[in-house]
């Protein structure tokens, strides 16, 4: 089983989930800028943090046989904050980077009109670097927060088919659907969304733009959780190419679109050979 999980926090991991990561069949993995517990004061300390998503983040990863890519943006809930608004004017900066397959996350966590602003200036980012976008819903009153998203996307002008709308449920899944925007959906061991839940989803709706994530992070959450949706769509008679389109294909085709996304030598399983020891190299290259 290979697996490309698209969207996990993992500035937040160890070298150990790593590790585990790969020997599951974890290849590949998007890591989307988003707030890190506790409120950021300067738009200086994202320059750190975004210099971190490009250059040392892909690096560790690399020990371990994984490729590493990143979206940046201003995410929803610190767009609230005044000291982070500068952040805006950064962007662009990160957004010519290789590495860089995304604007994400972005969208909204409160609804308020800050957060309107700041996901209209990405949308807008993301049609003038011709990248896709990811989109985070937010995680109370979701199914008007979706509507509001699905309007927000619509007045922008990108196409549907270049946006994410992530964190989606049973609740807001066929809103997204009949959007034309990609569906990603979050599982987690106890919020969002199950294994069992999400092969029901699958059931109901096909395989066709579905993205299925760890968005593991600092809280509580499992970046192997990609691999037991895998396997409970496996137990419950989905194929193996079933399988291999919800965890790999698809997020390639999604990511893809950015035309900086380079996966030539992990196509063949044989070319991966990740390493299996607890140490790494300090910042070196």
Excluded at 70 to 92: F, G, H, Q, Y
Excluded at 119 to 138: E, G
Excluded at 186 to 198: A, E, F, L, Q
Excluded at 215 to 230: E, F, K, N
Aim: aromatic share 8%.
């Amino acid at each position: 089983m290979r697996i490309f999980d698209p969207h996990i926090h993992m500035t937040s991991r160890t070298t150990d989930d790593y590790e585990r990561m790969a020997a599951a069949g974890v290849r590949a993995v998007v890591e989307p800028a988003f707030w890190l517990g506790q409120p950021r004061t300067s738009a200086a300390s994202f320059t750190d943090y975004f210099d971190s998503l490009i250059g040392w983040e892909p690096f560790r990863a690399g020990q371990f046989g994984v490729r590493h890519f990143a979206t940046i943006a201003l995410n929803p809930k610190e767009a609230n904050d005044p000291r982070c608004r500068p952040v805006l004017d950064l962007l662009p900066r990160y957004l010519d980077k290789d590495a860089v397959v995304a604007v994400g996350e972005i969208g909204y966590d409160s609804m308020t009109p800050e957060e309107d602003e700041a996901f209209a200036a990405q949308l807008a980012l993301a049609v003038a670097y011709d990248l896709p976008a990811l989109v985070h819903t937010p995680h109370r009153d979701k199914a008007r927060g979706c509507e509001r998203t699905l309007a927000v996307v619509a007045e922008s002008g990108i196409d549907a088919g270049r946006v994410v709308v992530d964190h989606l449920n049973e609740v807001t899944v066929k809103l997204v659907r009949d959007s034309g925007c990609w569906l990603g959906f979050s599982i987690y061991p106890d919020t969002k969304m199950t294994p069992s839940r999400m092969v029901e989803l699958l059931r109901e709706y096909g395989t066709d733009r579905m993205l299925v994530n760890s968005a593991a992070d600092w809280g509580r959450s499992d970046p192997l959780l990609t691999r037991a949706t895998g396997e409970a769509m496996a137990e419950a008679g989905f194929s193996d190419d079933d399988v291999d389109k919800v965890l790999w294909r698809n997020p390639v085709e999604f990511y893809g679109q950015s035309g900086r996304l380079d996966l030539s030598d992990l196509e063949d399983p044989t070319a991966v050979d990740p390493q299996t020891g607890n140490s790494i190299l300090r910042g070196g290259s």
